[in-house]
């Protein structure tokens, strides 16, 4: 048994420490080592069944809350070693590429019980072309398309279009990368070069689509076959700097839920994109379980998809799952073992998050640089701090990512939740990170 200074949503009692190890049953593993798997391994701590939790690889966040395990995320083979060695009743999979490479299909071979979709559903996040094909073939609305292999045919289709700008897409797996928004045929060019001469990310098709304009939103959903249960919608800022300038990066920071996206905009968003891309993997052959993620644009003419995960999204989940009033344990075990998980509550509170990056991100940066004011930052109880990438040596917590931390400020409204985490963000000092201080700015009126 280790002590630890709990300094999630769920606090210790003022001046104790908790166990990492609780009285209940469940052994659960996680598999990841970013912020998304902070916040999964946070809602499984509040979970009463729950009674360890173990994470591959995690990180020192992480490791407050679960036993770090060093086993790569993509290390299938050893994964299912261990989970079988350590009598886990349930694996959770945060990542898309283990997904996609069949972790999923290789647990449930072996009788276990994950949460996942299997390598063929995965193929939603995998496969923009299917993504697109699967769109068409269900009347899902999304961005007129056409998808290509050779170079020349590409760049003639492109200059036929003879508008600007146009969006390229690399049909893999690509680490949020494999997007270019071409604003000349210049641009297009040089793109298409690198995606289907060049083979930059490997040999593949390039989808080239319609460009949408609109404010983008993410709605996640909880999928169990034919069945959708969604969560609450969060927004994510893409771009690395304030006024959405700067390259795109994994996401700088989010909020949930998202005032311009109305009810109906919801309703629309569950009905007619949600349920229908869900049914559609149903009759493909490829029933989804897992979580849907919908990357969703309000455009002039109505909601619209952008793309498709076979996942939680970074860092959408950070504010989502601390608004879960549900047991996340029974929902995970509910949907991997193809059942259907009941009501899924949420509470009606405010999230807005900060992600802390280190310099140079999303490009070249270095690591190490030691971080202090955790602990004073975290004294609020509406706030959480989600590690994204951290590692500790000698006790002292280190940067050791990209997206290093998550600040997340809980409160009654969005002014308040930001006002929380921005006070948050101010004690925490280290000399390599910066963040953007405009998350949820624009609907701020500010
Ligand atoms: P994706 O990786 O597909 O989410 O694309 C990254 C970002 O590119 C999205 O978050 C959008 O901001 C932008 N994007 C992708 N597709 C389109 C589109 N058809 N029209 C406008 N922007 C797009
Ligand atoms: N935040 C976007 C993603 O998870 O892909």
């Known amino acids: 048994m280790v002590g630890v200074i709990y300094t999630g949503l769920q606090k210790a009692p003022e001046g104790k420490t908790v166990s990492l190890e609780k009285m209940a049953e469940a052994r659960v593993l996680v598999v990841g080592g970013g912020g998304r798997e902070h916040a999964i391994v946070d809602a499984l701590y509040r979970s009463p069944q729950v009674g360890k939790i173990f994470c591959a690889p995690g990180n020192a966040g992480i490791a407050q809350q679960a036993e770090c395990v060093p086993i790569k995320d993509n290390d299938i083979d050893a994964l299912l070693t261990f989970a079988k060695q350590y009598s886990i009743d349930l694996t959770v999979v945060g990542p898309e590429v283990p997904l996609s490479m069949g972790i999923v299909d290789a647990f449930t071979e072996e009788g276990l019980d994950i949460f996942g979709p299997s390598g063929e559903a995965a193929l939603i996040e995998a496969s923009k072309d299917f993504a697109k094909e699967l769109m068409a073939k269900y009347g899902v609305p999304t961005a007129s398309y056409r998808t290509f292999t050779d170079y020349g045919d590409a760049l003639s289709y492109v200059k036929g279009q003879g508008s600007f700008p146009v969006v390229l897409k690399y049909d893999g797996l690509a680490a949020g990368k494999g997007v270019v928004i071409a604003e000349n045929l210049e641009e297009a060019d040089a793109t298409l070069k690198d995606m289907l001469v060049e083979d930059a990310f490997g040999e593949g098709k390039v989808v080239i689509e319609e460009f949408l304009t609109g404010p983008e939103f993410s709605l996640m959903c909880f999928v169990a076959g034919d069945k959708v249960y969604p969560m609450e919608i969060a927004q994510d800022h893409k771009r690395a700097y304030e006024g959405d300038k700067g390259p795109n990066t994994g996401g700088m920071g989010a909020y949930s839920p998202v005032p311009l996206i109305t ?184």
């Not at 959408?316 to 996340?328: A, G, H, K, N, Y």
């Not at 959480?384 to 290093?404: C, F, N, P, Q």
């Not at 101010?426 to 500010?446: A, E, M, P």
């Open 263 to 446: 009810d109906e905009d919801k309703e629309f968003a569950v009905h007619e994109i949600m349920e229908k891309v869900a049914a559609g993997m149903v009759s493909e052959g490829r029933p989804f379980y897992g979580v849907l993620y919908g990357g969703l644009m309000k455009t002039p003419a109505g909601v619209k998809v952008i793309e498709f995960n076979c996942r939680f999204g970074d860092p959408e989940t950070e504010v989502v799952l601390p608004r879960l009033r549900s047991d996340i344990y029974d929902i995970f075990k509910a949907i991997a073992r193809g059942e259907d998980p009941g009501e899924i509550l949420w509470d009606g509170e405010q999230t807005l998050g900060f992600v802390l990056a280190s310099k140079g991100y999303p490009g070249h940066y270095a690591k190490g640089f030691e971080i202090t004011g955790l602990k004073e930052a975290a004294e609020d109880p509406d706030i959480i701090i989600y590690h994204m990438g951290t590692a500790s040596k000698d006790e002292k917590i280190l940067t050791g990512g990209g997206r290093v931390l998550m600040v997340v400020g809980k409160g009654g409204n969005l002014q308040e939740a930001r006002d929380k985490a921005s006070e948050a963000v101010g004690k925490i000092t280290c000399g390599n990170l910066f963040h953007r201080s405009d998350i949820g700015w624009r609907v701020l009126g500010k």
